[in-house]
C-alpha cells in the first residue's frame, strides 16, 4: 500500500509540473521532451492536436491519466506500470532542467590562436603568413595582430556532395553580421561566445533522413533548428539567396538560444524572420528594406478589423502563438522587431530588452509590463506607431 501511494504521488506530481510548466516552454523544449517519451509532435501545431490524439494513437498524457485512473482501483497491470516508470523517470530526469534552455557558451576572450608569422623575401617585400615559412628571417607575431576577442565558432559543414565555395563563404559572411549587428547593440559584459553549427544538405533524401534521426517530431522540408547538438540544419535551395535566407533564419534561433536562452516567442521568430531578409552586405551598410509581403498582410487585416490587438499578441503562449494563423503570427513577430529597429525609443527598448534576457536568461518577460517602462507613452504609443505604418502601406 505504500508503495503504490508514493507511485501516486510521484504521478501527481509529474502532471502537475507538466501543467504549470508546458505552456512556458519554447517550441525547441516541448519537441524535445515530446521525443524523450516517444511521441511525434509538429511544433508548427497546437499541443491540443496532442491532447485530442484519437484512441489508437499513442499519447503519453491518456496514458498517465488512465493509469492514474487505475491505480486508484488497483487495477493496473504489469505493462501500465512499467510504462509509467518510463515515462515518470524521462520527466523527473529532463523537465526540471528544460526549463532553461540556454545553450553552453564561452567568454568572447577565449580566442582560437592562429600563428602568425612575418618575413621578408630576397627582394625586400614584407609577408605574413600562418604557417612558418621557411626563410630563417621570419619570427611570429601573433600576439600583435591576433584578435583579442572571439564571438562565435562556426562550424560550417555539408555533409553530401560539398558546397560551392562562394556560397560557403556567403553564409558565413551573413552569421558573422548577424552577430555583428546584434553584438553592436549589447554591452561588452553579456555577450557569450556560441559554437553554431550551420549543416546544408544538398538533396531532400539527405535532408530527410537526417531530420528523421535528430528531429523526428518536426516536419521542416527546407530547414530547422536542434537544440540537441545546437545546430541549424538547412536543405540546399534551387538559387543560392534562398538557401541563405533559410540558413540565416535559422542559425538566428542558435545564436538567440545561446546568448539568451528562453525568449518570448514573438521575439525568437521576429527576430529569425528579421535577420533572414538581409544578406551581410545589406546588415553592414544598415539597409533593411520592408518585407512588403508581411506590410500587406497585415494591413488588409487591418482594413477589416481582424488585426490582434499588441497587448494580446505579446501574451500569447508558445501554444497559442502556434495554434493561430501562423501567416499572421510571424508577420506581426517580424513588423514588432522591424519598427523596434526603425527609430531611436525601439532600439532602446530593443537594447533593454536583450540585456535584461542575457542577464536572466530563464526569466519570464512581462512584455506589456516592458513596452510601460521603456517606452515613452507605452504600448499604446508604439502601437499607435505601428499601426500608422500598415496604414501607410
Not at 83 to 103: D, G, I
Not at 288 to 308: G, I
Not at 364 to 378: K, L, M, N, R
Request: some cysteine.
Amino acid at each position: 500500500m505504500e508503495k503504490l501511494f508514493k507511485n501516486l504521488f510521484g504521478v501527481g506530481f509529474i502532471l502537475l509540473v507538466l501543467v504549470i510548466t508546458w505552456g512556458n516552454l519554447s517550441q525547441a523544449q516541448k519537441h524535445w521532451v515530446m521525443d524523450l517519451v516517444g511521441v511525434s509532435f509538429d511544433r508548427a501545431q497546437p499541443i491540443t492536436r496532442l491532447i485530442e490524439a484519437p484512441n489508437n494513437a499513442k499519447n503519453p498524457f491518456t496514458a498517465i491519466k488512465n493509469t492514474v485512473n487505475n491505480i486508484a482501483n488497483n487495477e493496473t497491470t504489469q505493462e501500465q506500470q512499467t510504462e509509467l516508470q518510463q515515462v515518470t523517470r524521462s520527466f523527473e530526469q529532463h523537465a526540471t532542467s528544460s526549463l532553461c534552455l540556454k545553450t553552453k557558451t564561452r567568454s568572447i576572450n577565449a580566442v582560437d590562436k592562429t600563428s602568425i608569422y612575418r618575413w621578408t623575401d630576397k627582394n625586400g617585400q614584407v609577408h605574413f603568413s600562418d604557417s612558418k615559412p621557411k626563410q630563417q628571417t621570419s619570427r611570429e607575431v601573433t600576439e600583435r595582430y591576433a584578435s583579442k576577442t572571439q564571438y562565435f565558432r562556426l562550424n560550417l559543414e555539408s555533409p553530401e556532395q560539398g558546397l560551392p565555395t562562394l556560397l560557403g563563404e556567403q553564409l558565413q559572411r551573413d552569421v558573422n553580421a548577424i552577430y555583428s549587428y546584434l553584438s553592436d547593440r549589447m554591452a561588452l559584459q553579456h555577450l557569450r561566445q556560441v559554437d553554431l553549427n550551420l549543416k546544408v544538405f544538398n538533396s531532400a533524401a539527405g535532408f530527410e533522413s537526417y531530420r528523421k534521426i535528430h528531429a523526428p517530431s518536426l516536419n521542416a522540408v527546407s530547414g530547422f533548428y536542434t537544440s540537441r547538438n545546437n545546430e541549424a540544419v538547412v536543405m540546399q535551395q534551387r538559387y543560392d539567396q534562398q538557401t541563405r535566407a533559410i540558413a540565416r533564419h535559422e542559425a538566428t534561433h542558435v545564436i538567440n538560444a545561446g546568448l539568451f536562452g528562453r525568449s518570448p516567442i514573438w521575439f525568437n521568430e521576429g527576430l529569425a524572420e528579421y535577420f533572414e531578409a538581409y544578406t551581410y552586405a545589406e546588415l553592414k551598410n544598415n539597409i533593411t528594406p520592408a518585407k512588403q509581403y508581411h506590410l500587406n498582410h497585415l494591413s488588409s487585416l487591418m482594413k477589416r478589423n481582424q488585426l490582434p490587438q499588441l497587448h494580446e499578441y505579446l501574451q500569447l503562449s508558445n501554444a497559442e502563438w502556434r495554434a493561430k494563423d501562423q501567416k499572421t503570427m510571424y508577420g506581426m513577430a517580424w513588423s514588432i522587431i522591424y519598427l523596434l529597429q526603425s527609430h531611436q525609443e525601439g532600439e532602446q527598448l530593443m537594447n533593454a530588452l536583450m540585456a535584461q534576457m542575457a542577464e536572466s536568461p530563464c526569466s519570464i518577460i512581462d512584455a506589456v509590463s516592458f513596452w510601460q517602462q521603456h517606452y515613452p507613452g507605452g504600448l499604446a504609443a508604439f502601437e499607435s506607431r505601428w499601426r500608422i505604418m500598415l496604414l501607410s502601406n
